[in-house]
């Protein structure tokens, strides 16, 4: 009887045992499931990088405490990673700062790369900044880098936002599928809509009314298939607590429309850039269209991919306004207005954002007077001026910090893809310090880069990217050191800091790339250039050559000590064929000159130096997969579903890197540093060119450089319409 009371006495505290745990485990587990689901896009970052070892994150979103600066706070005990910060974006940025710091991982365009430690040391950090936004993307990213990019892509790239700290991305995607539903309640036909299109690679420019219709038509698969893209690319942004920035109507409208609305004060514009583009035209601010059409792109907008807080609208993009000179500002005043004002009937609350890119390009219409007549009209907390061009205009100091309306800080550095070895990180971290010492900056609430071009240079970007937070106060050598550790997996030797404290000397001190845009010819280099007998004018390219030499020696010894799949090879790769193209540069000066000067047996013996270094240059790139034209060309031609399509979509990425378009200056603007272009393309054009050259020299004759020059384009339209890579005889 003892033993019965003493089971039944125990099997009830054996229930109320089992309550407890039951209802500790519930609300542990309850607590744990809801922090989880706060922060499950920022665990999934993590996970995506270092795999099973994610669960060692703990991850909390802890509402900041002033509601306006993003922050983050890291320790580790017990073999885990506590994280706790504003959002998830900044949640990312501290885990990679974390994983970066202890040499753990390293994330960049060229791979990431990963080592993991047994067990996670001791380390303790505080971050904070005092830019509410870190912006990124160009609207001409759009068109020179991501025009082939399928999710799995973009995935990876918004994985390097989250870490790199960026939410305010530019998000360009799918939307040509709203232009389409739009400009069909409008009355346009399947046909009309077809001839005003541009091909894929060429939308941004139609985007801001530069262009219509140049290498169409544009699949109807395109429109779907970037709306889907669309879609995820929000829902992960979004999730992250990413801010993207979405396109809004600005007032250009098709050719149909125009001639559909003859009653509607709409002006045909003079051609973009130098001419040969068809003419583009815009709907008057005051037009009663226009805010029925900005306000219904918004909505078919909103309903194919859900709310957004910022949209870029630029009416005047390299655009000179079609405004009266006798009521200028008020006509200004008035497109302002109305852009906001659309933005807002639609989506109110919401930020009209522009880029600040035309007050530097056209300085002489936008002066102080004409720029707050256009801004003039908006409240300041509505309007966001993303003034990205630093390292080539300082239209800030000039704008008056944009008369009270927000705007954003930052530079492009990278034009049209085209990758030449460069940038300044001492230029970068001092303008920084001195932009938040500045009692006049106003209101200046972001940061960033927007290139136009990505894939190149990545040490510019991490470093831009860790000064929002640091705020310039750690110093490039300590974060040089750190940086070059993780890089290649292990405490730098003296010798390859040595190489690399050059090569900031020589290549990574130049803020501007001035030789892309010589003489008013583009491409990177001479070599990249049209051919053209005036190069014997140029007056040589920025940086240090002789020091750049120093370093590629140092680095040429060095990498032997190294793996072969370590980043010192791909940095050796991107030294040398950066120097050897300066080489070609000067060797061709001189091949013009002796053959000019009826010097063959000189000539001679540079063309054959000429040939020789862009050959072995191009074989060099191999070690750069993806900086390759196959690459490049095969990514287009598989983003189409049928043979046809595929064809258009090549087209398109030649073209798009070498001819361009228009008649003007464009040609080479987005010439590219890869396998297969120094063979051919660049070196066949030249070869061409020196032999008629030589030619004229030998015979005694007047050289036609008009004739040689319009012979070239024609071999390069044949190059563009080639499906091949290889080099056309």
């Not at 049209?416 to 932009?435: A, I, Q």
């Not at 010492?437 to 990545?458: D, F, Q």
């Not at 030998?698 to 044949?718: G, M, Q, S, Y």
């Amino acid at each position: 009887m003892k033993r019965e009371n003493f089971s039944i006495k125990s099997e009830s505290t054996l229930k109320k045992v089992r309550l407890i745990f039951l209802l500790l485990f519930f609300f542990a587990f309850k607590g744990y499931s809801q922090n989880n689901q706060n922060t499950k896009s920022a665990f999934g970052v993590i996970e995506r990088l270092v795999g099973n070892r994610a669960i060692d994150f703990q991850l909390s979103v802890v509402e900041s405490k002033n509601n306006q600066t993003d922050w983050f706070e890291i320790q580790t005990y017990n073999n885990q990673v506590k994280i706790e910060g504003s959002n998830n974006t900044a949640i990312c940025y501290a885990a990679y700062n974390f994983l970066r710091d202890i040499g753990a991982v390293l994330v960049s365009w060229e791979g990431n790369r990963i080592k993991l430690p047994k067990s996670w040391p001791k380390y303790s950090k505080k971050g904070n900044t005092p830019f509410q936004y870190r912006e990124y993307l160009n609207a001409c990213t759009f068109g020179y880098t991501t025009p082939w990019w399928d999710w799995k892509r973009w995935e990876q790239e918004i994985d390097w936002m989250a870490m790199h700290g960026i939410n305010l991305p530019t998000a360009m995607e799918g939307q040509e599928a709203v232009w389409q539903e739009l400009w069909k309640e409008y009355g346009l036909t399947n046909n009309q809509l077809e001839a005003h299109f541009a091909g894929p690679a060429f939308l941004p420019w139609q985007r801001m009314g530069n262009i219509n219709s140049l290498e169409g038509p544009l699949p109807q698969e395109w429109f779907s298939k970037k709306q889907e893209l669309q879609k995820k690319i929000l829902e992960r942004m979004r999730a992250l607590d990413m801010h993207p920035v979405v396109p809004a109507f600005s007032g250009y409208v098709p050719k149909a429309f125009a001639e559909k609305h003859p009653e509607a004060k709409i002006t045909e514009l003079n051609s973009w850039s130098g001419g040969g583009f068809e003419s583009t035209f815009l709907l008057d601010s005051k037009d009663p269209l226009f805010k029925k059409i900005g306000k219904r792109f918004i909505e078919i907008y909103t309903k194919m991919y859900g709310k957004s807080n910022f949209y870029l609208a630029d009416s005047f993009n390299e655009i000179e306004p079609p405004v009266s000179e006798h009521n200028k500002y008020e006509e200004l005043a008035n497109y302002g207005s109305a852009i906001y004002e659309t933005i807002e009937e639609a989506a109110p609350e919401a930020v009209w954002v522009m880029q600040g890119w035309l007050f530097g390009d056209n300085k002489n219409f936008w002066t102080k007077e004409a720029t707050s007549a256009f801004l003039s009209k908006v409240p300041n907390d509505r309007l966001m001026v993303q003034d990205y061009a630093n390292d080539r205009y300082k239209v800030w100091e000039n704008q008056e910090a944009f008369y009270g309306k927000q705007w954003t800080y930052g530079y492009v550095h990278n034009y049209g893809g085209s990758n030449p070895v460069y940038g300044d990180l001492n230029f970068y971290k001092n303008e920084l310090t001195s932009l938040l010492k500045n009692p006049h900056k106003g209101n200046v609430v972001g940061y960033g880069a927007m290139p136009e071009g990505l894939n190149n240079n990545s040490i510019v970007y991490e470093f831009i990217y860790d000064l929002p937070w640091n705020q310039g106060e750690q110093s490039i050598k300590d974060w040089l050191t750190n940086y070059l550790n993780t890089r290649y997996e292990q405490k730098t030797s003296s010798s390859v800091f040595k190489a690399w404290e050059l090569l900031l000397e020589s290549v990574y001190s130049t803020k501007y790339w001035e030789t892309r845009w010589w003489n008013d010819r583009a491409g990177a280099y001479l070599l990249f250039k049209r051919p053209t007998a005036s190069i014997t004018e140029f007056k040589g390219n920025p940086g240090d050559k002789n020091k750049l030499k120093e370093a590629l020696d140092i680095l040429k010894g060095e990498a032997k000590k190294y793996d072969k799949k370590n980043f010192i090879q791909y940095d050796l790769i991107d030294a040398s064929r950066h120097y050897y193209s300066l080489c070609i540069d000067e060797d061709l000066i001189e091949c013009v000159k002796a053959y000019q000067q009826k010097d063959i047996v000189k000539g001679d013996q540079l063309f054959k130096k000429i040939e020789q270094q862009a050959l072995e240059i191009d074989k060099l790139m191999a070690g750069q997969p993806l900086n390759s034209l196959d690459y490049w060309v095969k990514s287009a031609a598989a983003y189409g579903s049928t043979p046809e399509v595929s064809k258009l979509y090549v087209k398109n990425a030649k073209t798009l890197i070498t001819l361009w378009g228009g008649e003007g200056h464009l040609n080479d603007y987005a010439s590219r540093s890869w396998q297969g272009m120094y063979k051919g393309f660049y070196w066949p054009r030249w070869k061409m060119f020196l032999e008629a050259l030589k030619k004229s020299s030998v015979n005694n004759t007047p050289f036609d450089e008009t004739k040689e020059r319009a012979l070239i384009k024609n071999w390069e339209i044949k190059w563009t319409e080639n499906k091949e890579t290889k080099h056309l005889e």
